[in-house]
């Protein structure tokens, strides 16, 4: 079927980083880990280190997981708004290239979720 525009989309977005107090929204994906069934979302200072992120951000959000305490971020592949990125621990969210609704992919090779179900 055939689609016809109907004219120009003038909408404001409601979720754009100056409604948040100086933060911005990082997704968050545990591959192959659906207990988590969406990806976290994360209101984040830009200039929080990466570092910190994993250590204060991620790892306690992934803690109930009984995979979580095997996760080797250093073994760890990342992926970026869907390109392949290696962060840098002592950068910062925005050094890193992380912006406002950036979507994080973070893979654990040999972790398959709960008895290797992806769960």
């Known amino acids: 079927m055939p689609v ?3 004219g120009a989309y003038a909408a404001t977005p409601l979720d754009s980083q ?3 107090n100086g933060a911005q929204l990082v997704y968050l ?3 192959k880990h659906l207990m988590y069934c969406a ?3 994360f209101p984040l200072p830009p200039t929080m280190l990466f570092g910190d992120f994993l250590a204060q951000v ?3 959000s992934i803690a109930q997981h ?3 305490p095997a996760v080797d971020f ?3 592949s990342w992926r970026l708004d869907g390109r392949p990125f290696t962060p840098d621990a002592n950068a910062s969210l925005a050094g890193n290239g ?3 609704k950036s979507l994080l992919h973070l893979n654990t090779p040999g972790l398959t979720g709960i008895a290797g179900t992806c769960n």
């Open 4 to 6: 016809t525009a109907i």
């Open 18 to 20: 100056d409604k948040f």
């Open 29 to 31: 994906c545990w591959e």
């Open 39 to 41: 990806p976290f979302t």
């Open 58 to 60: 991620v790892k306690p």
């Open 66 to 68: 009984p995979d979580a």
């Open 74 to 76: 250093a073994a760890a």
């Open 98 to 100: 992380i912006g406002h």
